[in-house]
């Protein structure tokens, strides 16, 4: 399986800095920003730096240095953002065509501040 990378979707934009983000968070490897249109009180989108489509993209490719740095970023994020330790969040990625992924570089939701809901409409 081979993942083909669009350089021009709108993440691989803001991490050139041609459009701006609200950054939450940057280290090494990853970049954290609040959501454009927040579906929750808390809604941040984790992203790494490298040109890795989706979830299982980053999870199959990525270097252990990168999943170690995105993943130490997340729990400084929930810290910041004030959900864990205390109330809670979810973390949703979507993936592909049956997750509705519609940014086509791999980010995770944390979102929070609020009682969530069911985790899917059935
Ligand atoms: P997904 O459907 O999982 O690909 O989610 C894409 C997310 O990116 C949506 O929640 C959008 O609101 C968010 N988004 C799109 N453009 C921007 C942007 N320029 N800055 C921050 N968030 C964005």
Do not use: W
């Not at 489509?53 to 400084?76: G, K, L, N, P, Y």
């Amino acid at each position: 399986m081979t993942y083909s990378y669009d350089p021009q979707n709108i993440f691989a934009r803001i991490l050139r800095g041609e459009i701006p983000n609200k950054t939450v968070l940057e280290t090494v490897h990853t970049l954290a920003f609040h959501d454009i249109n927040p579906a929750a009180p808390v809604h941040v989108l984790v992203i790494p730096k490298g040109p890795y489509v989706t979830f299982d993209h980053f999870a199959a490719e990525a270097s252990e240095e990168e999943i170690v740095d995105f993943h130490r970023a997340c729990a400084q994020i929930f810290q910041m953002v004030g959900v864990a330790p205390g109330g809670g969040f979810r973390a949703i990625t979507n993936s592909g065509a049956d997750g509705m992924q519609e940014v086509p570089h791999y980010h995770l939701h944390i979102l929070g501040g609020r009682v969530m809901g069911p985790l899917v409409v059935r």
